[in-house]
């Protein structure tokens, strides 16, 4: 009896063609971040002690924040109006 082995991985496909890096915005020097919690109890709080941390580091960062009202939820159209109006960069963060 002939024993075979059977890979369960996908195989590897080499990308068709390749993606170019976009440039990076230059970073004004009172950055607006934003900060999006997904509505997980813990997330708003984790992202605050992030934005402390930012803020020692960063002078006169701004931040905005938003809270989804449950992690399924899609943001508003106000709340992803913030996010892409006024922010330079975006952290999302999720708890438990």
């Known amino acids: 009896m002939t024993v075979s082995f059977l890979d369960p991985r996908t195989p590897i496909v080499e990308a068709?063609?390749?993606?170019?890096?976009?440039p990076l915005r230059s970073i004004p020097?009172?950055?607006?971040?934003?900060?999006?919690?997904?509505?997980?109890?813990?997330?708003a709080q984790f992202l605050n002690a992030v934005a402390q941390q930012i803020?020692?580091?960063?002078?006169?960062?701004?931040?905005?924040?938003?809270?989804?009202?449950?992690?399924p939820t899609p943001l508003t159209e106000s709340q992803l109006s913030l996010l892409t109006t006024n922010c330079d960069a975006v952290?999302?963060?999720?708890?438990?």
């Open 55 to 71: 803020s020692t580091r960063i002078d006169g960062v701004v931040f905005e924040r938003v809270t989804k009202v449950s992690p």
């Open 16 to 22: 068709e063609h390749s993606f170019e890096r976009l």
């Open 91 to 96: 952290i999302a963060a999720y708890g438990h």
């Open 29 to 43: 020097s009172s950055p607006t971040i934003g900060l999006l919690a997904n509505g997980f109890p813990d997330s």
